[in-house]
């Protein structure tokens, strides 16, 4: 059964400092999506993630997919009250677009 | 405006009594996808569908039908609901080239079903 673990679930932090949120599946998969959802909301896409290596930035949030370790992160620089949100990763069994998701990061950026 | 449109968005009904949950998109997208979410579970894949008369089953489809018989739409029907069927629905569309899902979800805002 494939599994996909979010680490931590919940992330209390302060402004202005980094953190990393980590992804971690149990299967082979080389295509991994992280989403944002803000309270009482829909999701919004952040990055599609194809390939072993791939890097992509957006403002003050960078993913990274390592398919060999079956982890991807999504690393917070200097971060601000406006990231605090819930963050999914999800993983597409096959390729097939047959998406898991994790549990979610509940993010909480303080003053 | 590029937008995924669900109805309706919020549902109060009681068991057995069958149900539709629209989403449409103007997206010309070929993949479709629809999702429950549930506290302490997170986010689960029901359904989706790579193009028009093309489903597949997601790791909770018990319970739901789907079809896709034009390519903007993509219902999602509950025959005989139980309260177990209570939660958060989301519908989603996107790209589908290259045989990848290369390109951001699009959500809609979400269907709030509660079945007494």
């Known amino acids: 059964e494939l599994k996909v673990e979010q680490n931590p679930l919940f992330l209390s932090m302060q402004e202005g400092k980094n953190y990393t949120i980590y992804c971690n599946y149990s299967?082979?998969?080389?295509?991994l999506y992280w989403y944002r959802q803000d309270p009482g909301k829909s999701l919004e896409s952040l990055f599609v993630l194809l390939s072993n290596g791939a890097v992509k930035q957006e403002g003050r949030l960078m993913a990274s997919l390592d398919t060999k370790a079956r982890l991807s992160t999504l690393h917070i620089t200097a971060a601000v009250h406006d990231l605090s949100a819930t963050y999914f990763c999800?993983?597409?069994?096959?390729?097939?677009?047959?998406?898991?998701f994790g549990k979610g990061t509940k993010l909480s950026v303080k003053p | 405006e590029a937008q995924v449109t669900q109805n309706p968005r919020y549902l109060i009904t009681v068991t057995g009594k069958k149900l539709t949950v629209t989403c449409s998109q103007n997206?010309?997208?070929?993949?479709m996808s629809w999702y429950r979410q549930d506290p302490g579970l997170g986010l689960r894949q029901i359904y989706y569908s790579m193009n028009v008369e093309v489903t597949d089953k997601g790791d909770v489809p018990e319970g739901y039908k789907v079809s896709r018989k034009e390519k903007r739409n993509f219902p999602l029907i509950l025959e005989s609901p139980s309260p177990n069927q209570t939660s958060l629905y989301f519908c989603?569309?996107?790209?589908?080239?290259?045989?990848?899902?290369?390109?951001?979800?699009?959500f809609g805002d979400g269907t709030r079903l509660s079945i007494l």
């Open positions: 997206m010309n997208h070929e993949y």
């Open positions: 299967t082979t998969s080389d295509r």
């Open positions: 999800a993983v597409d069994i096959g390729s097939q677009g047959n998406l898991i």
């Open positions: 989603a569309s996107s790209l589908w080239r290259g045989g990848a899902m290369n390109q951001p979800q699009h």
